[in-house]
Nanobody, 123 residues
Framework: QVQLVESGGGLVQAGGSLRLSCAAS????????TGWFRQAPGKERDLVAA???????YYADSVKGRFTISRDNAKNTVYLQMNSLKPEDTAVYYC?????????????????WGKGTQVTVSS
């Protein structure tokens, strides 16, 4: 029903920036809440940023002030702008959407997932 493709990951030096994109096919993003998760080796998959259909936002404390989630309904694409990157931000980043208007920290809440994109921050 919905397919998500992440892009924009890569290798960046500490203090640098990356912008992740999540392009959707199928139902428009405007009808879904969207979350960005990340998972480092040996760690749990954690929500780092989320946005509801009403544009309420959530940011994990570890990324607050550095990351911004946004949505371009015309392009049916969700973005995660990551600034002032730190080595501890290194992880695979996943885009996820839920059918409902809200968001959750629980990965099980989300109905559709991308395959992930690797972000590596060097010190």
């Amino acid at each position: 029903q919905v397919q998500l493709v992440e892009s924009g990951g890569g290798l960046v030096q500490a203090g640098g920036s990356l912008r992740l994109s999540c392009a959707a096919s199928g139902r428009a993003f405007s009808n879904y809440a969207t979350g960005w998760f990340r998972q480092a080796p040996g760690k749990e998959r954690d929500l780092v940023a989320a946005r509801s259909t009403g544009d309420s936002t959530y940011y994990a404390d570890s990324v607050k002030g550095r990351f911004t989630i946004s949505r371009d309904n015309a392009k049916n694409t969700v973005y995660l702008q990551m600034n002032s990157l730190k080595p501890e931000d290194t992880a695979v980043y996943y885009c996820a959407v839920s059918r409902g208007p809200g968001y959750s920290r629980n990965p099980s809440y989300y109905d559709f997932w991308g395959k992930g994109t690797q972000v590596t921050v060097s010190s």
